[in-house]
């Protein structure tokens, strides 16, 4: 008799919420039921994606639904109070790591589960991966023989101490994002020789944030475990991404790439001294095509739905629910005893980090007196030097965040954190009432278009309906140089030529386009004080050297260049974007005109990694992108998407969309130097210095 189908609740709605509704597609038995966020719009979204009901709280979702399994995938704090709801409502409960803020609580959950005869697991999603069962296989089989070192890393760039968004619950201290990044570490180690002792920290390159918190950007752990020597290292400066295990043995050695699920085994061969280098070579290379063709085949099959990070994801769940459907326990990589094991190790290093700062006031709405302007997406990279400079010549800037703290320290009492949905109009115009000028900085990203409607284009309008409605003198847009049709090398683009039909173009320059089209409909009709810039490829320092706008990356250290990187591109500094946009609340009667924002031609896509390399030292590995050849493979994917996998609202692949990502067209920027006053760097040697240094290169 078949099994019944286990429906599962998501609780929260964030980005790994999508990461687990996808894979839950993959899982058979199981099926996504309900996603609950306070945040209605994100859970709307996420639920109806994947034909689920959406909910603001998990006891109205348990309600309705009934769900079986609840998996939790909010901020940790919350962790321990949504499980314990969650299993006193009748739920098994999988939840994202961190699994706890901290060991009691990790306790507190496990307790709970047993008392209410529920299971209770933990996404440490690597240890699910295909290649890690081998790994675990191989020392079963004594391939490896007796683990005398292991070493485990995780080296790979960390966006978010550089660009943010700073408010993160991972950047706030320490503790946090050792919690963040940490389980990935320990549960290798936890799993494959058990609780470590006598354990060493070490931290390196301190880096203080917009904030004031102070965080390493390294450490390294040492320590032994079941007579094995474990070092933990951590390197979140950029570089090339390594993410390993790798352990030396009597019998032989391995190297887990658990970033792309392969597995290297090396062990010695019995040839003479002739033959043996020989045939250890050709082991290696045997092996590397061997899981080449592997994960190849893997990502053909399922039409790249089970990439790596997804498989990890996909091993726990079914694991979890395999456990669930069978009445067994949950294995012990995934256990909440596991799952405890590995706060306590962490819990260790923490107790040898600094003594935290003094922790900032949270975010509170804006009262009396209410700042002069308020800036929608002030804490990116655009937006918090516009901050900067507001603040700079005495203007109390509003910044509309969801952060619960400030991350503009060394600026108290001339920036305040506004608290407003903004999707909330009502909420938008009390925020707003008394502000002379409002700058709609921020951006989607969405997967559909549907996602850039509501999340993008819908904001906007709402944004500019509360504006209208609390009587603010400028509404200051921010588009993109990227909504025109820049394919054509012969045509200097300017402010009156025409974005042309977008139907067929990217999503986020298409979301843009129609963005601009609506609020330049609320000037013509409402007299919506509307100014709007179009900044370009903006670079500066706390930026990052891995612009898309250049080209396609492949890590930090590999670009393929949209086109032949010979044409000059829009360039421009982030000191010289933020100065255009308080020069565009000062200057009169230039309501409904747009400005582009792009620096004199100065630099080639070539001619800035040979910047990059004769500044910092480092070389990136440089090729060229032929456009017709990523038309023709976006064709391959619209084509395998239509009719394999059965998705609608697809858009069939423009050509001119892809040529204009290499901006062919020149642009011109004399509106906005004529106009404005605006007078954006013009020296080579000089743009050059302020875009690369002091941090060219990301934590160094």
């Known amino acids: 008799m078949p099994q019944r189908e286990l429906t599962v609740g998501l609780v929260g709605a964030g980005y790994i919420a999508q990461w687990h509704a996808n894979v839950l597609a993959q899982v058979p038995g199981v099926r996504l039921v309900g996603v609950c966020d306070p945040a209605q719009s994100a859970a709307q979204g996420l639920a109806q994606a994947h034909g689920a009901r959406a909910f603001d709280n998990l006891e109205a979702m348990m309600a309705a639904c009934g769900c079986d399994s609840v998996h939790i995938l909010t901020p940790p704090h919350l962790h321990e109070p949504l499980a314990l709801q969650a299993l006193a409502l009748g739920a098994h409960v999988l939840v994202e790591k961190p699994f706890a803020p901290c060991a009691t609580a990790a306790r507190n959950m496990v307790a709970a589960a047993r008392a209410a005869q529920r299971q209770i697991a933990v996404n440490h999603n690597f240890l699910g991966l295909p290649s890690y069962r081998r790994l675990r296989a191989a020392l079963d089989q004594g391939v490896i023989g007796r683990v005398d070192q292991a070493r485990i890393h995780w080296h790979f760039p960390l966006q978010p101490l550089r660009t943010g968004p700073f408010g993160l619950w991972m950047l706030q201290s320490p503790e946090n994002l050792m919690l963040e990044l940490g389980p990935h570490l320990h549960a290798f180690a936890q799993d494959l020789f058990g609780p470590m002792h006598d354990t060493a920290l070490r931290l390196s390159r301190p880096v203080t944030l917009p904030t004031g918190v102070t965080l390493p950007q390294g450490w390294c752990v040492q320590g032994h475990a079941a007579g094995t020597e474990i070092t933990l290292s951590v390197s979140l400066v950029e570089g090339a991404d390594d993410r390993s295990v790798s352990l030396r043995g009597s019998a032989g050695a391995a190297r887990l790439d658990f970033a792309n699920d392969t597995l290297m085994i090396e062990r010695a061969n019995a040839s003479d001294i002739v033959l043996n280098p020989l045939r250890a070579e050709l082991a290696r290379a045997r092996a590397h095509l061997r899981e080449g063709l592997r994960n190849a085949a893997v990502q ?401």
């Not at 139907?503 to 013509?524: D, G, I, Q, T």
């Not at 090729?623 to 609202?649: E, I």
């Open 300 to 700: 053909a099959r399922s039409l790249n739905r089970r990439q790596p990070y997804a498989l990890g994801f996909e091993g726990v769940f079914a694991a979890f629910y395999g456990a669930i459907a069978q009445g067994d326990p949950v294995p012990g990589a995934v256990s909440g005893d596991s799952a405890v094991a590995v706060m306590d190790d962490i819990a260790q290093l923490c107790a040898h980090l600094p003594a935290k700062p003094v922790a900032q006031a949270p975010a509170v709405a804006v009262s009396a007196p209410p700042p002069q302007v308020l800036v929608i997406g002030g804490t990116g990279f655009v937006g918090r030097e516009l901050v900067a400079q507001l603040a700079a010549q005495g203007t109390h800037v509003g910044v509309l965040s969801r952060a619960r703290t400030n991350p503009f320290a060394g600026l108290d009492g001339r920036v305040t954190m506004v608290s407003a949905s903004v999707h909330d109009t009502d909420a938008l115009q009390q925020a707003m009432t008394g502000v002379e000028c409002v700058y709609h900085l921020a951006r989607a990203e969405e997967p559909t278009w549907d996602g850039y409607l509501q999340n993008d284009v819908g904001v906007t309008e709402n944004l500019a309906n509360a504006a209208l409605k609390a009587g603010v003198r400028r509404f200051i847009y921010t588009g993109t140089i990227a909504s025109y049709d820049a394919s054509r090398p012969g045509r200097t683009i300017s402010e009156k030529t025409e974005f042309g039909d977008m139907s067929r173009r990217n999503l986020y320059a298409r979301s843009k386009a129609l963005c601009e089209a609506r609020l330049m409909a609320l000037h013509a009709s409402a007299g919506l004080p509307l100014v709007i810039a179009r900044p370009g490829i903006v670079v500066g320092p706390g930026g990052p050297l891995q612009h898309w706008g250049i080209g396609r990356w492949h890590g930090a250290g590999a670009v393929r260049i949209w086109g032949n990187g010979r044409n000059t591109l829009p360039f421009v500094l982030n000191e010289d974007v933020a100065r255009a946009l308080v020069l565009m609340a000062q200057q009169d009667g230039i309501e409904g005109q747009s400005f582009n924002l792009v620096g004199p031609p100065l630099l080639s896509a070539q001619d800035w990694f040979e910047a990059i390399a004769a500044h910092t030292g480092t070389r990136i590995a440089v090729s060229k992108g032929n456009l017709a050849l990523f038309w023709g493979m976006d064709w391959v994917k619209y084509t395998l998407k239509r009719y394999a996998l059965r998705r609608g609202g697809l858009e069939r692949p423009l050509l001119a969309d892809w040529r204009s990502r290499a901006h062919l067209s020149p642009f011109a920027n004399d509106r906005a130097c004529q106009v404005l006053g605006w007078t954006p760097e013009a020296d080579r040697d000089a743009f050059i210095r302020k875009a690369l240094d002091p941090k060219a290169l990301f934590g160094f």
